[in-house]
């Protein structure tokens, strides 16, 4: 078992001296700084605020750093503290004339919408002059210029995307404590089966149970080794073409059981439902936890205040389980295209629209890869001896939570594409090893192909029925009914209890949702 245990460290560390991948984008040219006197407004619904340490923008070294660099004035703006960030959105959205120039919003469904009521420009005559570098980044992958126009062609929007095919779209998988296995004389789960002798032997041997922070569990776990393609929330999958909510799986029924069996014998933590990032975090280091579920950064923390803590940290990530026959239908991860996106709204004339794209652009370009990722060479970063960006003491001896967040816009996502190297930086060896072995021990059909694609667009029509059949109750039921599945309150294993549940969704129209659903997928893949 010590020898098991000391090829995976040393595994963990021969993966994150790997180079990052080497994206093929346009030089920024002369193009920056522009020549201008002009200001634009920038919202922000997420993940691009300044970081905690500063009263706002002004005081943010990323936000007035990307002015001096494109050489545009911009007026940044985000929800208001502790306003609901989509209550918000939609209040701007609901005065076009008056919402900031460029909107940051996960609005990709209703662009047809949007461009239909002329909130937003339809950026199809000018992307490839004022953002070159962006529109030839999206022809380097027809999966990215499908993802960011609608059916009939129309580019509309700047995405995210992530580097390496999604690598950090699997930033979340199962983990274990190594002490223990070797302990117990127990081999690193490859099985179900296995997966939950370790949760059974951790039981017996120190009263431990199967615990997890319900956010990291909730829209992907387990079930893929069911062959289902859906947990607690409504999921949309796709096999062999065709649309299917998970939830209503014979699969996913197995999952569900499986689960529920794992409570009936006290090995589910009753706390699940409620456990947080910080709150699990007493339930580890007290040792009533030695197998979950958690992602690349909480896996950091927890062997980091082990280790504060004067124990070794002995938490590293493990392989989605399997079937017995080794199958495996689905895991948490994606395509390496966001679902967020950067909107350029009918408040600005047409030669402010151009500028924005410039700005835009300047994040595809060389040089803006690099700032948007890393923030100013010589400052907060430069090349190591292997020609690699690598932080200076400015960021590494900052003590304060994810100091690169102050210097960089690219490490929660945003109009840019964020690169491996950056999350490599961000984490520690052990840390990326799990994402490496969450993502690459499975092939991409498994981590991406089945999902609901980002970048569909309902047509207006479809918006406006989706409205009235309240689609989205679908997923209020299902949430509902997962819980009352494994608490018992419902008995999946009752066959007329899982007829009558299934039923139910008819009364929530899901037969026409299907229909609509894949009538929007056919004309994605038909783009």
């Known amino acids: 078992m010590k020898k098991a245990l000391a090829i995976v460290l040393a595994l963990c560390l021969l993966l994150t001296v790997s180079s990052a991948f080497a994206l093929e984008l346009l030089p920024a040219g002369d193009t920056y700084p522009i020549d201008t006197d002009a200001t634009i407004s920038w919202y922000v619904q997420g993940s691009l605020s300044p970081h905690d340490v500063y009263a706002d923008w002004t005081q943010s070294p990323f936000h007035t750093g990307l002015i001096e660099k494109t050489g545009v004035n911009i007026d940044w703006s ?17 005065e076009p004339a008056t919402m900031p120039n460029i909107m940051g919003v996960s609005k990709m469904a209703d662009a047809a919408m949007y461009l239909n009521e002329g909130i937003i420009w339809d950026l199809t005559d000018y992307i490839e002059e004022y953002a070159p570098a962006y529109y030839a980044f999206l022809h380097t992958n027809p999966a ?4 960011l126009k609608t059916d009939d062609g129309k580019y509309y929007a700047f995405g995210f995307f992530r580097e390496d095919g999604g690598w950090n779209d ?18 690193i789960p490859t099985t179900i089966s296995e997966f939950e002798n370790v949760i059974r032997v951790f039981n017996e041997a120190y009263g431990a149970q ?49 689960l529920r069996s794992l409570r009936e ?33 909480q896996l950091n923390n927890w062997n980091k205040e082990e280790v504060a803590a004067g124990r070794e940290g002995t938490w590293i990530g493990i392989p989605y389980p399997t079937d017995d026959d080794g199958n495996i239908s689905s895991i948490f991860g994606g395509s390496g295209i966001g679902g967020y996106t950067y909107m ?13 794209l410039q700005v835009l652009d ?49 490490t929660w996502g945003s109009a840019c594409i964020q690169a491996t190297k950056l999350l490599y930086l961000k984490n520690s060896p052990v840390a990326v090893a799990a994402n490496d072995t969450w993502f690459y021990s499975v092939p991409a059909e498994v981590s991406s192909g089945w999902k609901w694609p980002n970048g569909t667009t309902f047509t207006v029509e479809e918006n406006d029925e989706l409205s009235l059949l309240n689609a989205s109750n679908i997923g209020t039921y299902a949430s509902e009914s997962f819980a009352k599945f494994v608490n018992g309150d419902l008995d999946i294993n009752d066959d007329t209890v899982w007829a009558e549940y299934l039923a139910n969704y008819d009364t929530y129209n899901l037969p026409r949702i299907l229909e609509i659903r894949q009538a929007c997928y056919d004309r994605y893949l038909s783009r």
């Open 210 to 258: 199967f615990s997890f922070a319900w956010s990291r569990f909730k829209e992907g776990s387990l079930e893929g080794a069911f062959g289902a393609y859906a947990t607690s929330d409504a999921t949309w999958f796709i096999k062999d073409g065709e649309v299917g909510l998970g939830n209503t799986t014979e699969e996913w029924r197995a999952y569900v059981a499986w």
């Open 265 to 297: 014998d006290g090995l589910f933590d009753e706390d699940n439902f409620s456990l947080t990032d910080t709150t699990i975090k007493a339930k580890v280091h007290d040792d009533k936890v030695g197998i979950s579920m958690t992602s690349m950064g």
């Open 144 to 147: 990215y210029d499908k993802a």
């Open 170 to 187: 699997s930033y979340r998988g199962p983990v274990v404590r190594t002490d223990w296995l070797e302990e117990q004389g127990l081999e």
């Open 78 to 94: 985000f929800p208001t503290t502790g306003a609901d960030g989509n209550t918000y959105t939609n209040t701007l959205l609901a």
């Open 344 to 356: 350029i709204s009918k408040s600005a004339d047409e030669e402010t629209m151009k500028l924005c």
């Open 362 to 410: 300047y994040a595809y370009t060389q040089e803006g890869f690099l700032y948007w990722n890393f923030g100013v060479q010589g400052v907060s970063w430069d090349y190591d001896e292997n020609g690699e960006p690598a932080f200076l003491p400015l960021v590494t001896d900052d003590t304060d939570t994810d100091p690169m967040t102050k210097y960089n816009g690219a």
